[in-house]
Each structure stands twice: as C-alpha cells, then as structure tokens.
C-alpha cells in the first residue's frame, strides 16, 4: 500500500471513538482521539468535524443556573478575568438567541447507501439471511455485489478495482497528498457510529472480525467509490463561515463556573467531615465487611447498610482486581468480564461443587432442551413454510403473555426470578489461564491467587478482619432495553460483577494462600473469617448472597445479614425513588415493565470520584454523583496502591463520565437518541428509525427527565485523592499519558493532605498546585514532587 495513503487514513482515524456493541456496551469517551488535546481545542474541532454541540444547550446553563447550581459569585468572578463585564443574565440570554445552523448534508445519499451495505455486512445473526460473499472480507463481498444494486446505478465488475488499496489509488489519482487527510477525515465522520464500530471490531480482533473482517480502508474505498460513482464531493467544499468566538468563550466559562460550583460544595462538605471527630465504636471489629464497586451506584446502597448494624464497607473496582473473561454456563460464550483497557490473562468457567456433579448435569440436559426449545420455535417462526401458520396458531399464547407483561410486570418479575436458574447453588468458579499451553497447566499457580489477593487488600487499605467478609458485584434487570448492559458493571466491560466476586472469595478463602499472605506479606486473616461473593441489584437495591458451601459456623451470622439487608432494600429504594408506597414493589415493578423507558437512572449525575478512607465520607449523603474507591495512605508509603487506582480506575471513571457528558450536550450525534423510534440492527447496535449513522451513546431518556429537563448534569469529572501532596506529584510525573488528561483540562484533581492538616490543593498545569480549601486565600504553591 502507498505509504502515505496509510499515513494519511491512520491520521484520520484519529477523529472516531469506539461503538462498542449493545451486549457489551462498555462507557467511553466519543472523542478519545483528541484526549492528547486540551478539552476546549478538542470540543472545537470535534464540532467543526461532526457539526455536533460541544458543550451544554442553553436551556440546560439556564437550568442550572435558576436552580443556583452555578453559583453567582463564581461566574462572576470568571467573567471578569476573560474581561467580559456584563452580567451573568446578560451572557445567558447571548447564547439563547444563538441557534445552532443547519448544514446540507451533501453526502446524504452516499450516507444511506453506506449504512445499508455495513448494517447488512456486519449482522451478528438478526438476518435470517446473511449476506454472500461475507467470508471473503468487506470490500470484496461488496465489489461482487455491488453490480446488482440499482441505487448505485448499473456497473460492470471489471470497472472496480480489484482491492480497496488499488480502488483508493484510482480514485485519488488527481488529487494533490495534501489533501488525503481532509478526505478521510470527512468521510469517516460522516457516519461516525458505523465507522466506531469498525474501529472496534478491528481493535478488539473480535470473533465476528476474525470470520468477516473489515477495515477503514475497505470503507472508504466502498465510499469515494459510490460517491465518485454518484457525483457526490469526494473532497468537503470549504466553507468560510465565521466561527462566533464570543459564544464559544461563554460556554466554556458557564460550564467552568458550573463545575467549580460544585467542586466548591464537595470541598467544604469534606472538611467539614475531615474535621469532625471518629466515632469509639468504629475502632472494633465490624460484625461483617462488603466490598462493593466503586460505582456512583454504590454509595447509595452503602449508606444504608451501614445505618442496619455493626457494618463496615469499601470500596474496589467491580472487576476485583481480576483480568479475566467469563464462560457462561448457559450460551457457552466466553465475554470479557475486566475493562476494556487490561488484557485478559484468565478465564473463569463453573464446574460442581463437591457432591454436586450430579446436580450440575441435570441442569445441563435441562439446559440443552431449553436452547433446541428456543431454536426450533425461532425456526418455525422464521421459515417461511411455517411462519404463518405459527402465527395463526400462537396467537392466544402470546397475547395472554402480553396482558401479563402489560398488567402484572412485578408478579411475573417474581415469578421469573424464582424459576431461574441459580447455578451458584450448584457450581463454583474455576479460574485457568486464558492460554493454556498443556492440560498440565490447568489452574493457576499459587503466587498469582496470592497476587490477586494481596492486591484488593493493599489497593482498600484493610486493617482487620470481620468474620464475614462480602465481596459484592453488581448488576442490573430490565425488560425490553437493548440498553440493558450498560447498567451493568463498566469495570467488567458492561457485564455483571459476581462472578468476579466468586472467584475472589474463593481464592482468599483457600488455606495456602492465607498461609502465604501471612508469612510473607504479613497479611494475618484469622481462621474463623470466611469470604463469600454477592451480587447487588442497581434496579431493585436487592443484594444476593451466595452462600451454599457456608458452614453452620457461620450460618446464623449470615442469616442476620440477610435480614438487615433486605432493611437496607427498604429504605434505600425509598430514598432512591421517593416513592410513598413500597418501594421495593415499585423499584420490581419497574425492572419488568417493558414499557419503562427508565427502569434505573445508572450512572446519570456522576460528578467527582472520592479516593480515601471511608470516614471521609461516611456519614455524608453524596447522592450517588460520587465514585467512592477505599484508600488508606498511610498504609502505602510507596504509593503502588495510589498509581494503581490512577492509573486504572480513575481512567476507566473519566471515560463513564466523558460518556455521559458528551451523550448529554448532543444527544444525537454523540448519544442514542429517543427510545421511542429505536430499531435494533445486526444484534450489535440501534439505529433511529429504518437506517442511518449506528447510535454509540446513550439514550435520551437515560439523561433527561423530559425533553426539555436535564436529569444528569454534563460536568466533567473533578477527583478528589487524601494522600500527600508530594506522593500524588510523583506519581503524575512518572505516567506522561495522566499527566496529559490533567494538564489539557479532560478530569480535574483536587488532593486532600492529611500531612497538612487535610489542606486541599487543586492540579494545575505542569504539577503545579493551588490551595482551594475555604481555610486559606488562593495561592499557587510550586511541584513538590
């Protein structure tokens, strides 16, 4: 290939995020080309190359200022040193009168023609018919095609070149190198969804691209050919059209003051609590521990279990710590159960627990005649011979079902929950390599399951043991939402945490590795504690314990648990959905209700991530905007624990919050669109109506409560670290890729130093630092690293 037209198509690239796909649809920043770029120069080219909205609607600035959300002095203050006098009503009303301006698409036709050949190509199984050629690759299955579609027009095979290298040579042969990168720029963000997806497919060498494969190259090829084939531009028409600089000013300094607004009431909350002096019985041994996710969800649901009995909790990543993929019992599929930026180097798969074989087989028949059950009925209703007299004949069965859904979400919520299969009652999780050499290396050897270990306790900071120690995943339920994997847990890429929970559990309760931990890293865990896992319910606050191997030893221990957590349920759906009634019946209601476009709000009003010791926070109502991780920093003198959670959990909350920010500010372009006019395509994706771009964010209902009313507040995420000063610096000196999302502005850190009296100081560019606590005028203090 012409070495500077692969330059040239790698450099454009640049411009698209990743699509992930619906059943794994992992949180990620639509614009993670630019992050090498400061926010503001990064959300200006974005909108020139999408002709998307960068920053928040005018209504939702006028919003949040009416609710006193943006606080008055503040803005002020900001105005006056960008040597803007007028009043903050005055700006407000500036960007009202400024709509956004339409541009003629000239590539419309080129657009849906694209999108009918990649949604057709790139099925995952919804067709019934595939389309031929799909083995031979993208381009070529095109190339053979393409001849028999009248919207292009008629065309001989021998007219298009052989590969898309040769197509791509042919098509720009008069055009000057120069403007290779304008061109693939423009095509490749005309539909950015689609071509996301591409992105991902080839990035993550999936399945699916090892047995059809596509590249950008064999897209555009497809494209500059149909559209020279159409007379449409290849090259974008320059348009002279004067950028208002003074609005885009404002913007940025509406959303500045927006979010120091809200930095400033998080730093006095936390001084506040700083201050306040620990209570005695918080030093004894709790009667349990969790460990939930770091999910904003999470601090919810911690509150009140805490206010139930002697509980301590924390909190740690909800992969646990473990790069792993999980084989589920049912589909045999194996999906990616860590974020997406760690490699997998397990594979975690379920056999019977002792004298439980029999049990587990028994569930596998049952299992295989389920799945012929549903095949052969997707069969019949899918051939044509049989489709309609199907039809005719299940008629009375399926409309009884839609009554039931219809009238009765919670009953038959209940009813599907009991008859599902529960196969922790009966299998335990094993954990191997992801590559296994010789059956001789089954398992993993006893320094890794110590590695595992050693790591969450070092990363939580934990001092003792209770007897019961819980480590809760977390997953969500809702019916009818092709949306459904993104309320699962995004530290598992989009899938439930329990499983990683299990096998943690498992691993700290195996007798050599406590024996290890305590001769070697002096990690002592007494005899009598006992690790299980448990999965919490985001939809419902229920929390499952998976308790059948426990022995009577701790039976009554557990039961007691059980109890106050089904309290907990109680009064954290109450608080959650301010309902009056039962909560709980209300929050399963709305997990089966197929016609609930909000069965839970996610992750939605995520601001800050909290990074310290639970008594930092632990009697504050953070309403569930803030990620909580456990960290105790005199415990990590070395600071490895700290540039762990630097280095994988803030990033991965950074994309969440990018995520929901960008879905936010437009929601067409960077979001999912309405509910209401969804269509799935391929199994993978949603598309708005019949065609179009593939939709890479998130729904507008997960983000507003109206069309007009915001419920999540597009803010960037401000992270909050207890830790010496000097420790952080060092840490952010060492990682040049942290260094650079702080320094172009995508996350702000703000560090709590409990070395001087918990003075808060705020990352400025290059590690310099100002103090921003309420004890102290603002003064810039030099890197103390």
Known sequence: MNHYLKNSIDEASKVIGKTWPLYTFVASNPLAGYENSTFQDAVNSARKNFNANAFPAAKLYQQAWEKGDIDAKVLTDLLNENNLSESPEFYLQLLKSKNKSEVLNENHTVDVIMAKWLSSFMDEGLAEWEIPYKTEGFYNAWRLLVVYDSETG???????????????????????????????????????????????????????????????????????????????????????????????????ILLKAWEQSWQNELVKTLEN?????????????????????????????????????????????GFFGIAMDYKNLNDGITRKSCPPILGSAYTVSEIAQEKKAAQLLSYGKKNEVASFKQYFLKRIKNMIPSAFGYVEGSGIFYGISLVGRTLMPRKLYQLEDKKASKIEGICQPDINKAVVETNDSLGIPLDEKVGIVKSAFDLMGWKQFAQLVVFTGHGSHSANNPFSSSLDCGACAASPGRHNARILAKLANVPEVRKVLARTHKIVIPKTTLFLGAEHNTTTDEIVLFDSEVSDFHKQLIQNLKANLIEAQKTATKDRLDNKGNCVSYAEKKANNWGETRPEWGLAKNAGFIVGPRNLTKHINLESRCFLHSYEWELDMEGTALEGIMQGPMTVTQWINNHYYFSTVDNNMYGGGSKITHNITGKFGVVQGNGGDLKMGLPLQSLFESDENMYHQPLRLSVMIQAPIARVSEIIARNESMKTLLDNEWIYLMVMDPTSKNEIFNYRKSIKWEVTSSKNSSKLVENES
Not at 167 to 183: G, H, Q, R
Not at 234 to 250: A, H, Q
Not at 292 to 307: K, M, N, P, Q
Request: hydrophobic fraction near 35%; glycine fraction near 4%; charged fraction near 25%.
């Open 273 to 317: 609590e700083s201050i306040a002096p620990e209570a005695s019985a918080e030093k004894t041994i709790p009667t349990a521990q969790m460990v939930f996710c770091i999910d904003t969800r999470s601090e919810l649901i911690r509150r009140h279990v805490e206010s139930k009995g002697n509980y301590e909790t924390f909190g740690y990543a």
């Open 154 to 252: 008629k065309t001989a095979l021998k007219d298009i070149p052989k590969t898309s290298t040769l197509a791509l040579e042919e098509i720009l042969k008069d055009v000057d190198e120069s403007e290779y990168v304008k061109i693939f720029t423009r095509h490749l963000a005309a539909l950015p969804g689609w071509t996301g997806y591409i992105n991902h497919r080839t990035t993550s060498n999936s399945d699916w691209q090892q047995e059809y494969p596509i590249t950008a190259i064999d897209y555009l090829a497809a494209r500059l050919w149909t559209a020279q084939k159409l007379n449409s531009p290849i090259l974008p028409k320059k348009i002279d059209k004067p950028s208002d600089g003074l609005v885009s000013k404002v913007q940025y």
